[in-house]
């Protein structure tokens, strides 16, 4: 069984931040859409992507690599969930 989302949402959290290098006053809410607030681009999408798969122990498909699912760290979450249940 997959850890909890709230952990999950906190862990994905945090490597946005270190990616993004943003400043640790910079709210980063569930629903925040990381590109239209500049928080993310696609250079840092690809370093967070390999972060991911490395803390998670996955790996997302090109059926997974959309940008809806990358939009918000919600979204994100969501993603990463699923791949590790179908993984399970």
Request: glycine fraction near 0%; proline fraction near 5%.
């Amino acid at each position: 069984m997959s850890e909890p989302y709230s952990t999950t949402l906190q862990k994905v959290t945090a490597l946005i931040r270190e990616v993004s290098q943003a400043p640790d006053d910079l709210v980063i809410d569930p629903h925040t859409n990381l590109f239209s607030e500049r928080i993310l681009d696609s250079v840092m999408l690809i370093d967070l992507l390999n972060k991911i798969e490395t803390e998670f122990s996955i790996k997302v498909t090109t059926k997974e690599f959309i940008p809806e699912n990358f939009s918000t760290t919600d979204l994100l979450t969501q993603a990463i969930l699923r791949i590790k249940d179908a993984k399970e």
